[in-house]
């Protein structure tokens, strides 16, 4: 199932959190720039929304772009320091589905979590209310702890990572390994590999020979 998908990290410019945190828009959207990579190496269609579009702005671009889902990332306040783990908030069935998925991928990472309950059904919420699309408000983590902070910065890549999977597999796409598209990138660059090579498959004796002579050549001229 191809759809596209609506990112639409905070725009809490204002929601400042501790330990150097800065602000919530500020670190969804070096989020989503982490995520957006894994998203186009593995073919996926996004709309990001703009840093300082208002709500209803992303919910008619959203609406108007015929989003098959609509995915708010946020950090959360207000645990008083001592709250700590994921929150899925969601509006209908289907982004309670997309929610728990989100959910256990990041708690498979090991994130640390305090919580009574990581999903919500929460139909208050604007994003969620008005979009056309299933809907889901992920709560990362709480930027007002030290614990919750640690998570959200220290393994900003791994989160990204997770978030992007779950997105990917939702989508009926292939997560391609990040190392493997940049090396691959520069191969191609470096002329040791054809532009059309199917990354995927497993090298033949032939083409390790070649590969072999080629850099053996390209060693000896110096290059
Ligand atoms: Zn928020």
Known sequence: MSKIWYLSPSCQGTNVGINGYGTEQEQMYLLADAIIPHLDRAGVSFILADRDASLSRRVTESNGAGAGFHLCLHSNAGGGGKAWGPV???YSSAGEAFGRKL?????????????SYNLKQQQGLYEL????????????????????VEFLTKRRGEIAEAIAKVIIEADGKQFVPVTAGEYADEAVRLGLFPPDTNWQTAMTCEAAAELAVKLIHKMKRGE
């Open 88 to 90: 899925a908030l969601y």
């Open 103 to 115: 959910v256990d991928a990041l708690l498979a990472l090991g994130q640390a979590n305090n919580r």
């Open 129 to 148: 209310r008005r979009t056309a699309a299933p809907a889901c408000l992920l709560e990362v983590d709480f930027h007002d702890s030290a614990v919750g």
